[in-house]
């Protein structure tokens, strides 16, 4: 069966300093990886995906993430975070069409 | 284009009462997924219909719950008797059909919140 830890329920972190959100999954086959972020009173929106190809994946607003196999973790991280930045992220890995989500980290940026 | 969307966006219901849940998925989507979180923990797989049919229903809870895609475009999602512990939010996705692999994505909806009292 698969399963998405986050280590971190709740991250945080002052502006423009930088993060790193942790995932862990487990899994028997090949998979695809994904990160998805949440503001406030809004739905689930992609920041970026693992599919194959080169680990070092980058999304939107800056984000990137590492898929590394032996580890088996695909942290998030940024450089410099904004106050924009605060919402909840969530790890899923995917596994024939079944989204695993880990329990989501929450991003609380400060000024 | 449109995006996924839901209705309602909250509900508040009394328990043994019934609850029904509609998401809109994007157009052209043929894959259409219901997933659950409960009280801030993971975000968990209800089902998945491709077009009308269902494909994986093994997140279903309980035969309390009853989902239909008739058509093959918008999907309900119904909770009849509702518990208590059914509440949390209900998300909705939608994916393109899967010929193309390197373009896999679920967009999701903003979800629904469903109260049990």
């Known amino acids: 069966a698969q399963s998405v830890t986050q280590l971190d329920s709740q991250v945080p972190v002052f502006e423009e300093a930088p993060v790193e959100l942790r995932c862990n999954y487990s899994?028997?086959?090949?998979?695809?990886l994904f990160w998805y972020v949440q503001y406030p009173n809004q739905g689930l929106q992609l920041l970026l995906k693992?599919?194959?190809?080169?680990?070092l994946v980058k999304g939107i607003n800056g984000f990137e993430a590492e898929f590394n196999k032996s580890q088996t973790s695909f942290h998030l991280r940024k450089p410099s975070v904004h106050i924009s930045d605060t919402a909840e992220y969530f790890c899923a890995v995917d596994n024939f069409n079944k989204f695993y989500f880990g329990s989501g980290t929450k991003l609380n940026v400060k000024p | 284009e449109a995006g996924v969307t839901q209705f309602p966006s909250h509900s508040v219901i009394e328990k043994g009462q019934t609850v029904t849940l509609r998401c809109d998925p994007i157009s052209g989507h043929d894959n259409l997924y219901w997933y659950r979180r409960v009280m801030g923990k993971e975000i968990k797989f209800l089902l998945h219909f491709v077009k009308e049919s269902k494909q994986d229903e093994s997140g279903m809870p309980n035969n309390r719950f009853l989902a239909e895609r008739t058509g093959g475009t918008y999907s309900t999602l119904k909770v009849q008797p509702a518990e208590l512990e059914d509440s949390g939010v209900y998300f909705c996705a939608s994916s393109q059909p899967l010929a193309d692999r390197r373009a896999y994505e679920q967009f999701f909806g903003p979800g629904t919140r469903l109260t049990v009292l």
């Open positions: 693992y599919l194959s190809g080169s680990t």
């Open positions: 899994s028997s086959v090949s998979v695809y």
